[in-house]
């Protein structure tokens, strides 16, 4: 399968071949641009459209290292020619949170030296958990003023698709060594230039001018070394 986002996040229509279907639900197709739920951001939705017929896609997640289609009307084969269209205004949001999460993530690192353990990025508002030993409840105001400042900076985003062994000099990147089996002989590294380069399988903006400012509106303790910050679009 090739997989369309990874090269290209802009991508909101494309056609492919549809190569099986299970249960009347879930399609398989040649190439896809829709995104699967994964790394913390939520799966696409959209419709794929087969001679006229709309076939909402309403999951997407991936099975057997396949990304599957959920669609809510039967009818689909193998075979058939389809049309896919991104639900836009949706993947557009998660893109804007999941680029805002590296941006801040970037500067709770630099600032703290704290490690990044995850994101969840959701519709209304994206948290970022880290670990760190003391919360400087303090500093969180000044991430959310340089997390903007980068916003209105404008800078162009790049996608490197890099052997193994070029992503891993990468000082970001080589943290997470352990975390690429070793058949992977690929790494994405999202570039926000100055910023942070970022070993990432989501979708990102082009421009950081696309991202509204964000507010940084709770922080909590979850624990030992466990900590998490909330944000949303002000």
Known sequence: METLYLKDCQIKEFEANVL???????????????????GGQPHDTGKLVC?????PVIFVDKFDGKIG??????????????????????????MKYHTAAHILS???????????SGNQIAENKTRVDFNLEDFD??????????????????ID???DILPRDEALKIPSVVKLKDAFPPEIEEIRVIRIPDVDDQACGGTHVSNTAEIPHIEIFKAENKGKNNRRIYFRFS
């Open 20 to 38: 099986d279907v299970t249960d009347d639900r879930f399609v398989v197709l040649d190439r896809t641009a829709f995104y699967p739920n994964s």
């Open 51 to 55: 001679d006229g017929k709309e076939y």
């Open 69 to 94: 289609h959920e669609v809510s009307e039967a009818g689909l084969k193998a075979g058939d020619k389809v049309k896919g269209n991104i639900d836009w205004d949706r993947r557009s949001l998660f």
């Open 106 to 116: 970037a500067i709770i690192h630099n600032e703290t030296g704290a490690k990044i």
């Open 137 to 154: 409840r303090e500093l969180i105001g000044s991430y959310e003023v340089k997390v903007n400042e980068i916003i209105d900076r404008n």
């Open 157 to 159: 985003l790049v996608i």
